[in-house]
């Protein structure tokens, strides 16, 4: 969420001998604002780059109940282990025979070294209201959310984020949260910790998409948001 700075300086690469530098001019004339495009073909194109990167899905061959799940290859012992491990806390009499996994989101938060947690709202629509929030320039952060499953184990769930400025995609990642199952109890994920970018041509209006999806591509939360990347924390956040 937001965008990390650090991910941009791990690439860079010495210049070949001959490379033309840009003038500050030419940086200038780079960096200049032009009319964001429309908010639907922004998203349309994160879809496309999607699909073009997705590759083949995986078969992961039919889906269990809960109590399918636990009945199966008993004579395993590997298995065995490995789902009581997973399922030992368990009720089953709360799950029934639902085949779906349900993830429900239930907070998010920026949390940041020396500062309060940026509590975010989550709109019931996926997209928050104006400037959902704003951050300093240089600054460290990390996303933290906590979320409740239900039914069946949800297999393989990520994060994924992509972000936009005036219309250019300048931030894409995605992180693998884990495997996990029914409880009634939330679960609580703490994102790695990144950096956004700071100087002149860093500052100013971002647009971003996340999601939650999991192994079968399901999603869970879908948020379309814009936030602020500033010299200074605002006053009153």
């Known amino acids: 969420m937001g965008h990390d700075d650090n991910k941009g300086a791990e690439k860079t690469e010495q210049q070949p001998a001959g490379t033309k530098t840009p003038t500050n001019a030419e940086e200038e004339e780079e960096h200049k604002i032009h009319r964001s495009p429309s908010e639907s073909s922004i998203y349309a194109t994160e879809e496309e780059d999607d699909e073009d990167g997705g590759g083949k899905k995986i078969d992961l061959g039919p889906q269990c ?95 994924t984020n992509t972000v936009w400025k005036t219309g250019v995609k300048v931030d894409s990642s995605k992180e693998m949260v884990g495997t996990f199952s029914p409880q009634s109890e939330p679960y609580t994920h703490v994102m790695p910790e990144e950096t956004t970018p700071s100087g002149m041509f860093a500052r100013g209006s971002y647009s971003a998409r996340t999601k939650f999806v999991d192994d079968d591509n399901k999603c869970y939360l879908e948020i379309n948001y814009t936030f602020d990347i500033r010299k200074e924390w605002p006053a009153d956040q």
Do not use: C, M
């Open 65 to 159: 109940t809960l109590k399918e799940h636990f009945e199966k290859d008993k004579d395993d012992e590997s298995l065995r282990r490995w789902k009581e491990q997973l399922l030992g806390s368990v009720d089953f009499s709360s799950v029934g025979e639902t085949l779906e996994p349900e993830v429900k989101f239930l907070s998010l938060a920026i949390l940041s070294p020396g500062r309060s947690d940026i509590v975010l709202s989550i709109p019931e629509n996926g997209k928050p209201k104006g400037l959902w929030f704003t951050l300093k320039e240089g600054s460290r952060y990390n996303l933290k959310f906590s979320f409740q499953v239900k039914n069946n184990i949800v297999s393989g769930l990520k994060y």
